[in-house]
């Protein structure tokens, strides 16, 4: 699973050696599963069909959301791509993939269209530039998919593991109280786990950019924390940064996290008032702000890089808060 918690099944078979997988066969598989997760009473007697329900089982049941992705140890020189639960062996780094071109792949009222994984690393191309610390992407191309890869930043080379824990976990914070919580609790747990002003400043650097580029899914799960042998507690890369704004929905027409009391409509000042109570620097918001949006400007250039569809290209484009760098 994820972090360095383990647990095994009371019953069935345990892995005990990395097995190869078919992602063409688990996309298909998923896609059956979550078009009809509301009524299965769909039979996987079928021999193929089992032995891909076993693979989507070893693969994809503990890297969390609702989306369907997969834990995977994949080898850049060969392609190939293993079961990540266990060690690999040499060669395999240590990846969680999610499936591109799954029919009925949502979270909450968001169903993710094919190409999805595009702009998702398109997203991460866009974080990076805006000086946000972000494991490595890729895109995995299968039978016309494009399926977005992040290298796990809780498992070391080797498969050693580190343990993490999520904000909501640390802090006993519900993620599906959509606004009961803020950017400044998040600031204010990383001020209580002793971690450095760098640490206030990245995690400042990521809600601009949330605010900015219309990442609105941004709930206290996707604020995350590692440990290592010591006991040193540290803030983990960068996760889950995409394009998630359904001006329609119930979720994500606001952020799911506010600042300075506000889920829409903010303003340099509110940046301000963020910054202020978390003891930063005068005029670290505004250079933090205008980095952002400097990098979020470019989009367009991100967009092409991971060949995003031209019209999501624009409407994401339409849907930036690049006014904020004017305010």
Not at 193 to 220: K, S, Y
Not at 285 to 298: S, T
């Amino acid at each position: 699973g994820m972090g360095a918690l383990e647990f095994a099944p009371a019953s069935g078979p345990r892995a005990r050696t990395s097995q190869k997988v078919q992602i063409d066969a688990l996309v298909e598989l998923a896609s059956e599963v979550l078009t009809q997760r509301d009524h299965l009473h769909h039979s996987f007697a079928d021999e193929d069909k089992a032995d891909a329900l076993r693979d989507i089982l070893r693969v994809g049941t503990s890297a969390g959301g609702a989306r369907a992705k997969a834990v995977i140890a994949w080898n850049p020189q060969t392609g190939e791509v293993r079961s990540g639960q266990v060690a690999a062996g040499p060669g395999f780094g240590y990846w969680i993939l999610k499936f591109d071109g799954v029919s009925g792949n949502k979270d909450k009222e968001l169903e993710d269209p094919k190409g999805y994984g595009a702009i998702e690393y398109a997203y991460s191309l866009m974080a990076r530039a805006a000086g946000i610390d972000i494991s490595e992407c890729r895109l995995l191309e299968e039978n016309g998919r494009r399926h977005f890869m992040t290298r796990r930043f809780d498992r070391r080379e080797g498969g050693a593991k580190l343990h993490m824990q999520s904000l909501a976990a640390l802090a006993h914070y519900d993620f599906n109280q959509a606004g009961a919580y803020s950017y400044e609790q998040a600031l204010l747990v990383i001020r209580q786990l002793g971690l450095p002003m760098t640490a206030t400043e990245e995690q400042f650097r990521r809600m601009a950019f949330n605010i900015v580029a219309r990442n609105q899914d941004d709930h206290v799960k996707n604020i995350a924390f590692l440990m290592d042998k010591d006991g040193r507690w540290s803030l983990s890369p960068a996760f889950d940064v995409t394009y998630s704004y359904n001006p329609a929905g119930v979720w994500t027409s606001m952020h799911q996290m506010s600042m300075n009391g506000k889920r829409e409509h903010f303003g340099v000042e509110d940046f301000r008032e963020c910054a202020r109570g978390a003891s930063m620097k005068r005029g670290r918001a505004e250079a933090i702000l205008a980095e952002v949006v400097d990098a979020v400007r470019r989009w367009d250039e991100f967009a092409e890089t991971a060949k995003v569809t031209a019209s999501w290209r624009d409407v994401i484009a339409s849907n930036l808060r690049l006014e904020l760098a004017r305010k």
